[in-house]
């Protein structure tokens, strides 16, 4: 009952969860601020869809319950997605100042590295050394060659 008196209901308290939880992990990757900014985008957002893979609660909900990530995929941006957005468009915009960062819309840049970042986090196991494909043979990628095409994929595209 204690829960409730916070909480309104299940759902509510899980998006409370997932937000504080997913905002620590991004916390957590953010780099040296005196980075160069598309080494500190490319390096955060890698270190971040990293981290998510790793947390116990986005694994637990992306193999137990993935259905709750739908509406965030699907239907409206979260509020862990809406922090983040803020903090790429900031980078974006402090490359575009000095130089290092392509032309265009902070905004709509920011947006595509996010759009890209959730495949990565939530498909990555799908193109593993561990996943059988239907033709019965093994993909030989791991992880980590993917965090590394993740960051490449980001230089070249945010690079002026």
Do not use: C
């Not at 409370?16 to 620590?24: A, F, I, N, P, Q």
């Not at 900031?90 to 490359?95: L, P």
Request: glycine share 4%; charged share 25%; aromatic share 4%.
């Amino acid at each position: 009952m204690t829960i409730y008196r916070r909480w309104p209901d299940m759902a509510t308290l899980l998006s409370d969860l997932m937000t504080r939880e997913w905002s620590g992990v991004v916390d957590d990757s953010v780099l040296d601020m005196s980075a160069a900014p598309v080494d500190r985008l490319a390096t955060g957002v890698t270190r971040t869809v990293a981290a998510l893979r790793e947390n116990e609660l986005f694994g637990k909900i992306v193999h137990v319950d993935p259905e709750l990530l739908l509406p965030y995929l699907l239907d409206r941006r979260g509020r862990s997605q809406d922090t983040v957005l803020t903090l790429l468009e900031k980078a974006i915009v402090e490359g575009q100042n000095d130089g290092s960062v392509r032309k265009g819309d902070p905004v709509l840049l920011a947006r595509a590295l996010l759009l890209t970042a959730h495949g990565f986090a939530l498909s990555a196991e799908t193109m593993t050394a561990n996943t059988t494909v239907a033709s019965d043979t093994v993909a030989e990628a791991t992880v980590e060659d993917l965090d590394r095409e993740l960051r490449t994929v980001i230089e070249r595209y945010l690079s002026a």
